[in-house]
C-alpha cells in the first residue's frame, strides 16, 4: 500500500473514502484531497526549480559583465535611488506577510482574514510595481533606456558611457523579468482574492493558497538579491 | 509472417464495459480539442510533430537536392543558408525534442504508473496549446520568407547583421520551450506522487526512469535557453551590445549560455530513445533487463553529466586550453552511463529466444547506429580531431547516427510497439518489416558517406563544394531518397490499419507491464479499478500469474 503522506499524517481522516470523494474541489484522477495537495506543492517546488535556473542564467550574464566592467557598473549604480529601493524591499517584504498570514488563514478556515490579507498582498505587490513604474520614468528622462534613447554621457569618466548602457540594459532587463512576474502573481491574487470570499478555502483544501505563496515568496527572493546587486554595490 | 509468434496473453477481453474506451467515449471536435485525457492530448501531440517532421524532411531533402551537384546550381547560397537553418530548427524544436515524451510519453507513462491521468490535466493541454503557439510563430517565419543563422542562432550574425526573421524564430523557440517545461514538470510530478499501491521505484519500468531523466533535464536546462533568448532578443530589439563585441559585448558566453541548454538537449532527444528500447528489448526477449539498476541509474548519470560538458562545442571559440581539456576529459566521462546501457541491452540479448517483431527491427537499429553516433561523438570529444573536423560533414554525421539513427529509430520502434495499445489495431507485419529495412538502409547510405567526405575535409553549411566530394555526395542524396520512402510508407500502412488493422486483444506481445494489463484501447481512466502492484520490474512469470489472479476475481 501507499504510505501516508505527510498531509494525512498532519491532518488525519482528510483520506477517508466517503469523506474525502464527496469534496468539492477533489480532481477525478487523484485518490484523495492528500495526493492532491503534495502533487501540486511538489508541482509549484519543481517551477520554482525552473525559474531559479531562468534567473540564474541572467545573474550569470550580469557577474560576467560586472567583472569585465566594474568601474561601469559602479557608475551605473550610482544612477539608482537606493532610498526608493529600500521603500520597495520593505513593501515587498511586506506583502511576504500578509502573503503567508493568507496562507495561515486559510488552513484555519478564517475566511475574512484570507482574503483581507490576499487584498493586502495584491495592494503591496501593485505598490511596488507603480514605484518601479516611477523609476523606469525617471531613467527615462535621463537618458538611461538603452539602445536609440540612449542619450546620456558621463562626463567624468566619456570611456564609461558604453559600459554604463550595457548596466542599464540589465538593470531594465532584470527588474522587468521581476516586475513581470509580480505581475502574473497579481493576476492569480485577483483570482484568489474571489475564491478566498466565496469561502473555498478550508484545512482540508488550501493548496492554491500555499502554492500562490511558494510563488510570491520566491519572487520576493529575487528581489532580495537584486535590491543590492543593481542599487548599493558600487 | 504475422505476429502470432508470440502468444496472446492467457486471459481474455473482459466484459461490454471495456468496449468503451478513450476514443469512443466522446465525439466531436471540440472533444478533442478541449480534451484534459493525456491520450487523447498524446494524439494531439503525434499529429502535430508529424506534420513538422514532413516540413523538417522538406528542406533536408531539398539540401539533398542542392549537393547532388558540386555547382550551386539549384538554390542561391541565401536560399540554402535558410534551408539548413529551418530544418534544423523545425526538427529539434518541433519534432525531436517533444516526439518521444510528449507523444508516447504522454500515452503510456500515467497507464505504466497505473494512475488515471497525469497530475495536472489542464497543464498538460495547456502545454499542446503552447507548443502550438510556439509553431504557428515556426510557420509564420517559413511563410514569410524564412531565417538564415543556423539552429544556434549565433551572435552577433543573428542580433547585427541578419535581414531575416530572427526575432520571430526565437520568440517561437522561447514559447516553444515552456510547452516542454511544462510537460516535464508533469511528469516528474506524476512519478512522484501518482504511482500504483506496490509500484515502487525499482518495480518501474525502465521507460519511467528515462523519463523521469529527461524530464529533470528539460527543467533545467529549458529555463536557461528561454533567458539566452531573451537577451538575444533584447540584443536584437535594441542593438545594444550583450554578446556584440564591436558595442562591449561577449560573443562567446552567447555560445556559453547556449550550449548550457542545447548539449543537454541531446540528452533530452535521446534518452527517450533509450527509454523505448529498453522496453522493446524486455519485450522481444522475454527476459528481465540485465542489470536493471545499472541501466536506471545510467539515465540519471547521463542527465548529471549532461551538464557537464557544453563547452567541448566551443574548442575553436577562444576558450582557455586548460578549461578545453576539462570538458574533453568530462565528455568522455558521459560514454560510460551511455555504454553501460547498450552493454546491457546487449547482454539482455544474449541467449534470448528474441522475435524479430518490427519494434525489434527498430531496436537493433538504435543499438548499432547509436554506437556509432557515440564512438563519433568520442572522436569529437577528443580535443586534437576535433579541431581537425570541427564544421565538417563529420560532425553532421555523427549527430544524425545519434538523432535520426538513434532517436527516430526508437520512436518508430516505440510507435510500432504501442500501435496496438493506442489504436486497438495491429499493424502489418510485413510492409513494417519492410519499411525498417528501408529505414536502416537508407540511413546508412545517407550518413555514412557524410563521416568521409567531412573527414576529408568538405565544410558543413556551403551550397557548393570541391568537385571530388560528388561520389560520396551523390551516395548520400540517393540515400536520402530511400529514407524518406522508409519514412512514408509507415503513413501509409498505419493509416490503413486504423480502419482495417486485425484486432490487438489487451497483450499483443506478451509483455509485462501495467500498460499490457488494461485493454486496447485503453477505457478513460485507464483502468477499470486502481491495480496494485506485486510482480518486479519484467518479472514476466509472475506479471502473468497476477493477471490470471485478476481474471478469475
Avoid at chain 1, 488552513?107 to 498582498?121: F, I, N, P, S, Y
Avoid at chain 2, 527491427?361 to 556509432?372: A, C, D, E, K, N
Wanted: net charge neutral; proline share 5%; glycine share 8%.
Amino acid at each position: 500500500m501507499r504510505n501516508p503522506t505527510l498531509h494525512e499524517l498532519q491532518h488525519p481522516g482528510t483520506s477517508d473514502d466517503a469523506h474525502a470523494h464527496h469534496h468539492p474541489f477533489l480532481q477525478h484522477h487523484f485518490e484523495d484531497l492528500g495526493q492532491q495537495h503534495e502533487a501540486s506543492t511538489l508541482g509549484m517546488w519543481f517551477f520554482v526549480a525552473q525559474e531559479i535556473l531562468f534567473f540564474g542564467g541572467i545573474f550569470m550574464a550580469y557577474s560576467v559583465y560586472r567583472h569585465m566592467y566594474p568601474e561601469a557598473w559602479s557608475a551605473g549604480a550610482h544612477h539608482q535611488n537606493w532610498k526608493i529601493g529600500l521603500f520597495n524591499t520593505i513593501v515587498l517584504i511586506g506583502s511576504s506577510l500578509t502573503m503567508a498570514l493568507a496562507v495561515w488563514g486559510a488552513q484555519g478556515a478564517k475566511r475574512k482574514l484570507t482574503t483581507v490579507m490576499l487584498v493586502l498582498t495584491l495592494l503591496l505587490g501593485m505598490t511596488f510595481v507603480g514605484v518601479k513604474g516611477f523609476e523606469y520614468r525617471e531613467h527615462i528622462h535621463e537618458g538611461l533606456f538603452p539602445g536609440s534613447h540612449f542619450t546620456y554621457v558621463d562626463h567624468a569618466h566619456p570611456e564609461l558611457t558604453r559600459g554604463v548602457e550595457l548596466f542599464m540594459v540589465f538593470y531594465f532587463t532584470m527588474t522587468g523579468l521581476h516586475a513581470l512576474h509580480m505581475i502574473i502573481g497579481a493576476g492569480l491574487l485577483i483570482w484568489f482574492i474571489k475564491r478566498a470570499w466565496r469561502g473555498d478555502f478550508g484545512p482540508e483544501y488550501y493548496s492554491p493558497v500555499e502554492i500562490m505563496g511558494l510563488y510570491w515568496h520566491f519572487v520576493d527572493i529575487v528581489w532580495i538579491f537584486l535590491f543590492p546587486l543593481l542599487y548599493l554595490i558600487h | 509472417m504475422t505476429s502470432t509468434t508470440i502468444d496472446d496473453a492467457p486471459f481474455i477481453e473482459p466484459s461490454a464495459t471495456a468496449k468503451r474506451n478513450y476514443l469512443n467515449d466522446e465525439y466531436g471536435v471540440l472533444s478533442w480539442l478541449l480534451t484534459r485525457d493525456h491520450k487523447r492530448i498524446a494524439i494531439l501531440y503525434a499529429i502535430s510533430v508529424t506534420i513538422f517532421f514532413f516540413v523538417g524532411g522538406i528542406f533536408a531533402f531539398l539540401m539533398r537536392l542542392e549537393l547532388l551537384t558540386p555547382e550551386g546550381d539549384l538554390f542561391t547560397s541565401d536560399t540554402y543558408n535558410k534551408l539548413f537553418t529551418l530544418h534544423g530548427i523545425v526538427m529539434i524544436f518541433f519534432f525531436l525534442i517533444p516526439a518521444i515524451p510528449a507523444v508516447i510519453g504522454n500515452f503510456i507513462l500515467p497507464i505504466m504508473l497505473g494512475a488515471k491521468d497525469l497530475a495536472f490535466p489542464k497543464l498538460n493541454l495547456m502545454s499542446w496549446y503552447i507548443y502550438i503557439i510556439g509553431g504557428t510563430f515556426g510557420v509564420i517565419v517559413i511563410i514569410t520568407g524564412g531565417v538564415d543563422t543556423g539552429w544556434t542562432f549565433y551572435t552577433p550574425f543573428s542580433t547585427q547583421y541578419s535581414n531575416t526573421h530572427v526575432f520571430l524564430t526565437t520568440l517561437g523557440a522561447f514559447i516553444t520551450g515552456f510547452s516542454s517545461i511544462l510537460t516535464g514538470l508533469n511528469f516528474l510530478v506524476t512519478i512522484h506522487r501518482m504511482r500504483a499501491p506496490g509500484l515502487t521505484w525499482f518495480r518501474l519500468p525502465l521507460f519511467v526512469w528515462s523519463i523521469y531523466a529527461t524530464s529533470v533535464v528539460i527543467m533545467l536546462a529549458t529555463p536557461v535557453l528561454a533567458i539566452t533568448l531573451v537577451l538575444l532578443m533584447v540584443e536584437r530589439v535594441l542593438h545594444v551590445g550583450i554578446f556584440d563585441p564591436a558595442l562591449g559585448g561577449d560573443p562567446v558566453l552567447y555560445q556559453h549560455m547556449f550550449w548550457f541548454y542545447s548539449h543537454p538537449a541531446v540528452y533530452i532527444m535521446i534518452l527517450p530513445g533509450m527509454a523505448v528500447i529498453s522496453e522493446c528489448v524486455a519485450a522481444f526477449t522475454r527476459k528481465k533487463i540485465f542489470g536493471y539498476k545499472f541501466v536506471a541509474f545510467s539515465s540519471l548519470a547521463i542527465a548529471f553529466l549532461g551538464f557537464l560538458v557544453w563547452a567541448h562545442h566551443l574548442f575553436i571559440a577562444g576558450i582557455s586550453i586548460y578549461s578545453a581539456m576539462i570538458f574533453s576529459f568530462l565528455t568522455m566521462l558521459v560514454a560510460v552511463p551511455s555504454a553501460i546501457k547498450v552493454f546491457n541491452w546487449t547482454a539482455t540479448l544474449y541467449k534470448a529466444s528474441v522475435s524479430w517483431q518490427t519494434p525489434m527491427l527498430y531496436v537493433l537499429g538504435f543499438i548499432g547506429l547509436f554506437t556509432i553516433g557515440g564512438v563519433t561523438g568520442l572522436f569529437l570529444g577528443a580535443l586534437g580531431i576535433d579541431v581537425h573536423v570541427h564544421d565538417s560533414y563529420f560532425v553532421v554525421a555523427h549527430f544524425h547516427y545519434i538523432m535520426v539513427g538513434g532517436t527516430i529509430m526508437a520512436y518508430l520502434a516505440g510507435i510500432h510497439y504501442w500501435w496496438p495499445k493506442i489504436t486497438g489495431r495491429m499493424y502489418p507485419e510485413w510492409w513494417a518489416r519492410l519499411s525498417a529495412l528501408l529505414v536502416f538502409v537508407g540511413f546508412n547510405l545517407t550518413f555514412f558517406p557524410q563521416f568521409l567526405v567531412g573527414y576529408v575535409g568538405m565544410p558543413r553549411r556551403y551550397h557548393a563544394y570541391a568537385p571530388e566530394f560528388q561520389v560520396l555526395n551523390v551516395l548520400s542524396t540517393a540515400g536520402a531518397t530511400i529514407l524518406a520512402a522508409g519514412y512514408i510508407l509507415p503513413m501509409i500502412y498505419l493509416g490503413w490499419s486504423l480502419k482495417f488493422g486485425r484486432k490487438a486483444g489487451p497483450n499483443p506481445w506478451g509483455a509485462v507491464g501495467l500498460e499490457w494489463a488494461t485493454s486496447s484501447p485503453p477505457p478513460k481512466e485507464n483502468f477499470h479499478e486502481t491495480p496494485t502492484v506485486t510482480w518486479e520490474a519484467y518479472d514476466y512469470p509472475a506479471f502473468l500469474k497476477a493477471m490470471r489472479e485478476t481474471q478469475d476475481a
